[in-house]
């Protein structure tokens, strides 16, 4: 229990570590007049559920499913870092990790060749090692969870780019190191249209900007999203109401990571909560 200076009561702040049984809890109480939760979509439904049969209120930051677009005008090499931190920075475990590459026809084989050496590139080690890019999934269901998805690409009928799997030997004793994987999919794809927590990253073509939206568009989940493109004119077209169906929409940035200053959160089954931002702070509070 932290209390913020001598005159506070006890329990202000306070922090309770437990399973799912505790937020069940928090979320059937009704002495819990808001309750703010982060996770996966089906989490988030059954919060919301629970709390709206008690009328109760409930700000919900769930899954996401980010795409970048990328166009025949952007700047490659100053893009590619963004693209490949997006998607396997923190083992892509960030809910705004990059998961979906979406590219013009006439850059697709030149963008899947330098990202394919740039993959090649990465290594995969300890977390407390700086020279290291990429560290290990949280457990060993995360990873049996990613090598499912991997088998699915394949049974769905997509084909690897770069091939992941489980880690083995010296240093990968945890068995919860991965190799990083490219999939060349649709967009239609059972798995594509799924999260996978982990770092895996489907590439697919686009024809017209339109078409690329809409493929952007095309999820249940509505979190991130980024445009990389040197027109002025693709990018108004992509943050207006014609574009990203996102709560985030960028442009020559990455989809991972978030402005402390920027409202955080999504549309759709991102829940349509939001935290930061200037007014963000009016979701706890109650007007009279």
């Keep these: 229990v932290i209390a913020a200076n001598d005159d506070a009561p006890d329990g202000i702040c306070s922090l309770v570590i437990g399973g799912a049984d505790i937020g069940k809890a928090m979320a059937a109480d009704k002495r819990v007049p808001l309750v703010s939760a982060t996770g996966s979509t089906r989490m988030g439904k059954s919060v919301g559920e629970v709390v ?3 009328l109760g209120t409930s700000l919900l930051e769930l899954g996401g499913n980010n795409a970048v677009i990328l166009t025949p005008s952007a700047d490659l090499k100053m893009v590619l870092p963004a693209l ?3 998607a396997v920075g923190t083992t892509g475990q960030r809910c705004t990790s990059t998961r979906r590459l979406i590219i013009h026809d006439s850059i697709y084989d030149n963008v899947k060749d330098v990202l394919v050496k740039a993959y090649g590139q990465l290594k995969i080690g300890s977390p407390l090692d700086e020279s290291n890019h990429v ?3 949280t457990d060993r269901d995360a990873v049996d969870t990613y090598l499912n998805a991997l088998q699915a690409v394949k049974d769905q009928g997509g084909s690897f780019v770069v091939e992941g799997g489980l880690l083995e030997g010296p240093g990968y004793e945890s068995g919860c190191y991965v190799k990083p994987s490219i999939a060349e999919a649709t967009n239609d794809m059972q ?7 982990a770092p895996l990253l489907y590439m697919m073509p686009y024809d017209t ?7 952007q568009n095309g999820v249940a989940q509505g979190l991130s999203s980024a445009i990389m493109t040197n027109s002025v004119r693709e990018a108004e077209l992509f943050l207006s109401a014609a574009g990203s169906d996102c709560g985030i929409a960028n442009v020559n940035i990455g989809t991972s990571g978030a402005e402390i200053g920027g409202a955080f959160g ?3 089954e991102t829940g349509g909560g939001r935290e930061s931002g200037s007014d963000a702070w009016k979701a706890y509070m109650r007007r009279q």
Aim: overall charge negative; glycine content about 16%; charged content about 25%.
């Design 84 to 86: 490949v931190f997006g």
């Design 135 to 137: 560290g290990p999934l």
């Design 209 to 215: 900007l339109e078409e690329a939206i809409a493929l």
């Design 266 to 268: 999504g549309e759709k």
């Design 191 to 197: 798995i594509v249209q799924h999260e996978t927590f």
């Design 52 to 54: 709206g049969a008690r």
